[in-house]
């Protein structure tokens, strides 16, 4: 069955400093890769994604993810964390119904 | 473009009473939109993929007499929790997908926070 994992549920980082999110998944055929940011009490934001072609995908915000078929990983990066960025990323797997599968969500706070 | 609303934003019901939350994609026709629901500190669950015009497919696990689900148009889909219990309070969330959109990608909306007393 499809799944992902994000085996982060709680990470903290200094303003200015970088970030990895990690994000796993168990899909048998291409998959297609999303990231999606939620602040609190809000719905999802689409960061970025990945259907095909070039491995590293540039998205929103300054955030990039690089697709490693395998290691099963899309891991979220970006180079210098703002304070804003502090909110709940879900990483999300599309199935061959056409329905997102997410993970479990990593929580970001960030550090002045 | 591709701005889903959701009404209310919020709503405080009582036991055993019935709500109705509105979906609607604003700018682009929906063919098929997603129900999730999300509890705190919670990733998000499907609970159904409305198609307009026929029945909602519900996933497992899902009551479909307590959670109805009409996609009347394409521009709206409801979701009405009957005879409402505190177990229900939760956060709804829905997507919308259009046939003319990009590959795969679903526009969510702000959510609805329902509390049941």
């Known amino acids: 069955a499809q799944s992902v994992t994000q085996p982060d549920i709680h990470i903290t980082v200094s303003e200015g400093a970088s970030l990895e999110l990690r994000c796993n998944y168990s899909y048998g055929a291409t998959p297609y890769l999303f990231w999606y940011v939620q602040s609190p009490g809000q719905g999802l934001q689409l960061l970025l994604k990945?259907?095909?072609?070039?491995?590293l995908v540039q998205g929103i915000k300054g955030f990039e993810a690089e697709f490693k078929r395998s290691q099963s990983s899309f891991n979220l990066r970006k180079p210098s964390v703002h304070w804003s960025d502090a909110a709940e990323y879900f990483c999300a797997v599309e199935n061959q119904g056409g329905k997102l599968i997410f993970g479990q969500g990593t929580e970001l706070s960030v550090k002045p | 473009g591709a701005v889903v609303s959701q009404h209310p934003s919020r709503v405080i019901c009582k036991s055993g009473t019935s709500v109705k939350i509105e979906c609607r994609s604003l700018?682009?026709?929906?063919?098929?939109m997603f129900w999730y629901r999300q509890f705190p500190k919670k990733s998000l669950m499907l609970m159904a993929t409305s198609n307009e015009g026929s029945k909602a497919t519900y996933e497992q696990g899902v009551e479909k007499d307590k959670f109805l689900i009409n996609h009347a148009s394409l521009t709206l889909s409801t979701l009405t929790v009957t005879s409402a219990h505190p177990e229900d309070s939760s956060f709804y969330i829905c997507?919308?997908?259009?046939?003319?959109?990009?590959?795969?990608?679903?526009?969510f909306g702000p959510g609805t926070r329902l509390t049941v007393t």
């Open positions: 990945y259907f095909s072609g070039d491995t």
């Open positions: 700018d682009f026709q929906a063919t098929t």
């Open positions: 997507s919308a997908r259009s046939p003319a959109g990009e590959l795969g990608e679903q526009y």
